[in-house]
Nanobody, 125 residues
């Protein structure tokens, strides 16, 4: 059973650059594609970015492309989301999720096998 724990959420000013971390335990993270999702108050959960098992493929939603970078360190069982140039509309609870998908990666919430509990990022001056 894979367990995921997110960290790094905080109150940041517009333009800030926090890094979110997702720590895995209970199984080898390298056997999963990983995705980051977010959910703003009153809105549906949105796929933000994903990375394949072997780090060879990444994907970003248009809303974050060019500002966010996903990475992973399979040896440390860690996944990261570097967020730059944050905007108030980036305010949300951010979740990491693991997918047994053996292809590249995908951002469908319904296909994820494991979820973390989320970390809150608030962008406000």
């Amino acid at each position: 059973q894979l367990q995921l724990v997110e960290s790094g959420g905080d109150l940041v000013q517009p333009g800030g650059s926090p890094r979110l971390s997702c720590a895995a335990s209970g199984s080898n993270l390298g056997t999963y594609a990983i995705a980051w999702f977010r959910q703003a108050p009153g809105k549906d959960r949105e796929g933000v970015s994903c990375i394949s098992r072997g780090v060879t493929f990444t994907y970003y939603a248009d809303s974050v492309k060019g500002r966010f970078t996903i990475s992973r360190d399979n040896a440390k069982n860690m996944v990261y989301l570097q967020m730059n140039s944050l905007k108030p509309e980036d305010t949300a609870v951010y979740y990491c999720a693991a997918d047994r998908f053996m292809g590249q990666c995908r951002l469908g919430a319904s296909v994820m096998d494991y979820w973390g509990k989320g970390t809150l990022v608030t962008v406000s001056s």
